[in-house]
């Protein structure tokens, strides 16, 4: 009953009909970032709610049920994931819309730009009764305590994994043919995209296609398949080669007037850019290496070794090996702390469960959706 033309002005994350996830924040050698504020354009007029409240007071439970309600109305919908619990939903966005909803709680905390006009928070809170919650403040103070100690004892091991995978990068770095590689990008930018008569004025996307996650290392390969029908993967062993190719790739497309999804490596925000996808041209440059292996199925192989000379490499083979281990044992040790992490946050919600009035929070998502179609 909602159905309607719309064509939104905000670049989208994506044309398909299909399901498309993506992580917009991250733990990670900087204790957490977040490309939440990035995600939509507020003087766009679209409108966008900011959910508020603690752990168990159902933002997850209200993103999912909403999610579906305008999925089933023929609307593309993209599902932002919590890296620190993956069944969890951080955020939903309407691109057709011009619409979405956030988690707007720490780590990810969120403040309107526009108040009122683009942006309108909702206090869950106002739907708990205070004083059970009262009851067990010792209890929620400790736990509030411990998390935290867990997640930044995660980013301090992912701060020196980083660090080992540096070592690796200078080593590749130094055995690298770039300007083999630069002749290469040249020759391969021309090809898949040309050259267009709009110069300038592409729009980027930032995000993660990974994290780390209490359930090891997750990637979203299904995304990949929803947003390109062309995909590029760039096996690199040594992280090396890929991210010149992905960075030259997004540049030559948005000073070609193309819109791009830069999807960054978690380790290392703002510095590596792991892959990209260019929504109008369906294609996807993807990095493969041993955290987030391309499927066979994928398609076209880059092997970024044939940019690199081995006889340098062999002479450090033993040093590489080395940091490729401590690096994977480091990811291992933040997965357990991210873990037991989530497990003390799970016993932080059942304090809240028990306080809050859902029947409340479903009349406010309910009004919410009819909000969200009011607009279109």
Known sequence: MFRKAYYNKVISWGDGMNEIKFFLGASNARKYVSYFSESY????????F??????????????????????????????????SDPSSLDAVLFPEL??????????????????????EIINLGACWDSS??????????RLSLYNSQLHKKASDYLF??????????????????????DRYITRLCAREIGITEKKGGGKLKKCFLSAVTPEGIKVHYDTVVSLAERIIVINDEFSCVAPLIVGSFCSYALKNGLDVIACFC???????????????????????????????????????ARFLDTKILALKRESIDFNKKAKSELIDEAVKKLKTAKLIHDEMENY??????????????KETVLKIFALN
């Open 352 to 365: 809240y469960i028990g306080a809050i009035n859902f029947d409340e929070v479903e009349k406010i998502r």
């Open 98 to 119: 011009n619409a979405g909803i956030f988690d707007g709680t720490a780590p990810h905390v969120m403040d309107p730009v526009l108040p009122g006009i683009c942006e």
């Open 160 to 181: 020196v994994a980083s660090r080992f995978d540096k070592e690796n990068l200078h080593t590749a770095a130094r055995a690298l043919d770039g300007e083999k590689l």
């Open 266 to 304: 978690p380790l290392f925000p703002e510095e590596k850019i792991e892959h990209i996808f260019i929504p109008k041209l369906s294609l996807c440059i993807f990095s493969s290496n041993q955290y987030h292996s391309a499927p066979k199925e994928f398609g076209r192989q880059i092997h970024g």
């Open 41 to 48: 354009v507020p003087t766009e007029f679209g409108k966008y």
């Open 132 to 141: 059970v919650l009262r009851k067990n403040k010792d209890s929620l103070a």
């Open 50 to 83: 900011i959910l508020k409240g603690g752990p168990g007071t159902g933002k997850s439970t209200f993103m999912k049920k909403t999610a579906s309600e305008i999925e089933k109305e023929g609307f593309t919908v993209h599902r932002i994931f919590c890296s």
